[in-house]
């Protein structure tokens, strides 16, 4: 059974930074581009960021390019995500969602990410 | 950016009722359109795929149908776990993927 386990969100001032954590199981995650997902309070989900299976090609949404970076460590079956100079605005449930050529099949629970002040 | 625009906003359907979903892209997507539903407090789960296949386990009572610009979930005989958020969301411009905002199914 896919698994897919984030971590890593909470409170943190406008400017600050977090570090998003997601454990992969259940398949051969090294063979899988993952991405980050966010959905703010009522609404609908966001695409933010995707990594090859390789580590070595990266996506952004124009929204977070520059203050965000996404990375893996497949002996670890791990996707990380640095949020640098967050912003009110990225308030949100962060998921890491597994793409194939059909859409998200799989998601993680998600992790919460609040900025405020 | 391809914008997604479901209607209604909300669908006030009874039990046993059919309920039709609509989803129009803002340019033509192939046939490269998913739905999700959304539960509170869960992740979205992947209902159809390619327009109209179903994903793994997904009942044959929701069915999918469109292609181009306007799509259609139908869900032919509403159950009480049947009632949610719906999103579409096209594949087309790998890998910027847009969402819809959503259609609320709720009791009437």
């Known amino acids: 059974e896919v698994q897919l386990v984030e971590s890593g969100g909470g409170l943190v001032r406008p400017g600050g930074s977090l570090r998003l954590s997601c454990a992969a199981s259940?398949?051969?995650?090294?063979?899988?581009?993952m991405n980050w997902v966010r959905q703010a309070p009522g609404k609908g989900p966001e695409w933010v960021s995707y990594i090859g299976s390789s580590g070595s090609a990266t996506h952004y949404a124009d929204s977070v390019r520059g203050r965000f970076t996404i990375s893996r460590d497949n002996p670890k079956n791990s996707l990380y995500l640095q949020m640098n100079s967050l912003r009110v605005e990225d308030t949100a449930m962060y998921y890491c969602a597994r793409a194939t050529k059909s859409g998200y099949d799989s998601w993680g629970q998600g992790t919460l990410v609040t900025v405020s002040s | 950016e391809i914008v997604m625009t479901q209607s209604p906003a909300t669908l006030s359907v009874s039990p046993g009722e059919r309920a039709t979903l609509s989803c129009r892209a803002s340019?033509?997507?192939?046939?490269?359109l998913a739905w999700y539903q959304q539960k509170p407090g869960q992740a979205p789960r992947l209902l159809i795929y390619g327009a109209s296949t179903r994903a793994t386990g997904i009942p044959a009572r929701f069915s999918g149908s469109g292609s181009g610009t306007e799509f259609t979930l139908t869900i032919s005989s509403l159950q009480s776990e049947d009632f949610a958020v719906y999103y579409c969301q096209h594949y087309d411009d790998w890998p910027r993927w847009t969402f819809g905002q959503g259609t609320k199914v709720e009791i009437k």
């Open positions: 259940g398949f051969s995650f090294s063979t899988y581009g």
């Open positions: 340019q033509s997507v192939s046939n490269n």
